[in-house]
Antibody
Framework: EVQLLESGGGLVQPGGSLRLSCAAS????????MNWVRQAPGKGLEWVSG????????YYADSVKGRFTISRDNSKNTLYLQMNSVRAEDTAVYYCAKDPAAATLTVFHYWGQGTLLTVSS | DIVMTQSPDSLAVSLGERATINCKSS????????????LAWYQQKPGQPPKLLIYWASTRESGVPDRFSGSGSGTDFTLTISSLQAEDVAVYYC?????????FGGGTKVEIK
């Protein structure tokens, strides 16, 4: 059974940094691209970033480019999102989502339960 | 970026009746080399993460009831719930994966009339 467990959310001040993690199990982690998708309170879904199975290709939404960095450790079956220079508009539930493809980004096949990031002073 | 526009924002449908949700992309998501539309639909119930319903515009994900169907091509797509059930109350999103900058529609809330 595919399981994705996000952690690392919390309260951070504007301009601060935080790293989210997503522990994966139930599948061969290195064989699949992975993504981060966020949802601001009461709002719709926004794709944030994606990474290929081997970690060699990364992709970002314009809203986070230059501030967020996606990475993965295939030996630990873990996906990361390093968030720097956070803003109030980054406040959201952040979901980790598995892609059915290895090298490109397609759809969000499985989702974690999400972790809440609140940016506030 | 490809902008996805859904309509309506919300709709109320009687149990057993048909619900129709529209999704329009700002450019075609039909890839000519394989004749596939790079369009997916998701269902999100309150307090839950989204669930993949349909991909390639019309292929149902395993386990999704056949009352859910997707149609359309190019820039105009439709999600149809043929006979609305109480458990279908949710927000539905379309998403394109034609571009590696993935984008969602704004969502359509489906309620019982």
């Amino acid at each position: 059974e595919v399981q994705l467990l996000e952690s690392g959310g919390g309260l951070v001040q504007p301009g601060g940094s935080l790293r989210l993690s997503c522990a994966a199990s139930g599948f061969t982690f290195s064989s699949y691209a992975m993504n981060w998708v966020r949802q601001a309170p009461g709002k719709g879904l926004e794709w944030v970033s994606g990474i290929s199975g081997d970690g060699g290709s990364t992709y970002y939404a314009d809203s986070v480019k230059g501030r967020f960095t996606i990475s993965r450790d295939n030996s630990k079956n873990t996906l990361y999102l390093q968030m720097n220079s956070v803003r109030a508009e980054d406040t959201a539930v952040y979901y980790c989502a598995k892609d059915p493809a290895a090298a490109t980004l397609t759809v969000f096949h499985y989702w974690g339960q999400g972790t809440l990031l609140t940016v506030s002073s | 970026d490809i902008v996805m526009t859904q309509s309506p924002d919300s709709l109320a449908v009687s149990l057993g009746e048909r619900a129709t949700i529209n999704c329009k992309s700002s450019q075609s998501v039909l890839y000519s080399s394989n004749n596939q539309n790079y369009l997916a639909w998701y269902q999100q119930k309150p307090g839950q993460p989204p669930k993949l319903l349909i991909y390639w515009a019309s292929t149902r994900e395993s386990g999704v009831p056949d009352r859910f169907s997707g149609s359309g091509s190019g820039t105009d797509f439709t999600l149809t719930i043929s006979s609305l059930q109480a458990e279908d109350v949710a927000v539905y999103y379309c998403q394109q994966y034609y571009s590696t900058t993935l984008t969602f529609g704004g969502g359509t809330k489906v309620e019982i009339k």
